[in-house]
T-cell receptor, first 113, second 114 residues
Framework: NAGVTQTPKFQVLKTGQSMTLQCAQD?????MYWYRQDPGMGLRLIYY???????DKGEVPNGYNVSRLNKREFSLRLESAAPSQTSVYFC????????????FGPGTRLTVT | AQSVSQHNHHVILSEAASLELGCNYS??????LFWYVQYPGQHLQLLLK??????LVKGIKGFEAEFIKSKFSFNLRKPSVQWSDTAEYFC????????????FGKGTLLTVNP
């Protein structure tokens, strides 16, 4: 099993450009999450999907949109990238609510210039 | 809103030294508590978790943590660290029930010198 996979691994964008970060899991998990990790800030939840067909805002949703395409895939879109969105983005999945262990992907390092 | 405090930003130890990393949270109700670890170049992975029962929980690689409800704390310990324990450690808290939100602390970077 690959677990949680993310593409791309690295990306450089110019301010105002858009892009979609892809995430897929092969563990048949119901719930999926997007976090961003900034130096000295820990991980902050952007959006989550409790189950297929549902999405909800986390702690820092502004500037992002998500799509739960099916049970396996959960994408994160930046419509108009800003330098403040320079970060490492992690996708995670779990069987259910956050009381369950979350399994993390390898991360996407995004730089917005 | 839930908040999680990790007291140490960077801890430097020599091999065989004992380790204790502090974690405090703000929510006073039922909580689920976690320590995650991120080794250099690797994914975050679960080290240990507490849901209920014995407040002293044991995790992988010889780590343990103690939940002290009266102090809102969940400190991570290891009696003798190894160079391979060099990593960033994150405490995380979930407020229980059907809550999907996991709140992370800012992390503690542990450097173990051989």
């Amino acid at each position: 099993n690959a677990g949680v996979t993310q593409t791309p691994k690295f990306q450089v964008l110019k301010t105002g450009q858009s892009m979609t970060l892809q995430c897929a899991q092969d563990m048949n998990h119901n719930s999926m999450y997007w976090y961003r990790q900034d130096p000295g800030m820990g991980l902050r939840l952007i959006y989550y999907s409790a189950s297929e067909g549902t999405t909800d805002k986390g702690e820092v949703p502004n500037g992002y949109n998500v799509s739960r395409l099916n049970k396996r895939e959960f994408s994160l879109r930046l419509e108009s990238a800003a330098p403040s969105q320079t970060s490492v983005y992690f996708c995670a999945s779990s069987e259910g609510p956050a009381a369950y262990e979350q399994y993390f992907g390898p991360g996407t390092r995004l730089t917005v210039t | 809103a839930q908040s999680v405090s990790q007291h140490n930003h960077h801890v430097i130890l020599s091999e065989a030294a004992s380790l204790e990393l502090g974690c405090n949270y703000s929510y006073g109700g039922t909580v689920n508590l976690f320590w995650y670890v991120q080794y250099p170049g690797q994914h975050l992975q679960l080290l240990l978790k507490y849901f209920s029962g014995d407040p002293l929980v044991k995790g992988i690689k010889g780590f343990e943590a103690e939940f002290i409800k009266s102090k809102f704390s969940f400190n991570l310990r290891k009696p003798s660290v190894q160079w391979s324990d060099t990593a960033e450690y994150f405490c995380a808290v979930n407020s229980g029930g059907s809550n999907y939100k996991l709140t992370f602390g800012k992390g503690t970077l542990l450097t173990v010198n051989p």
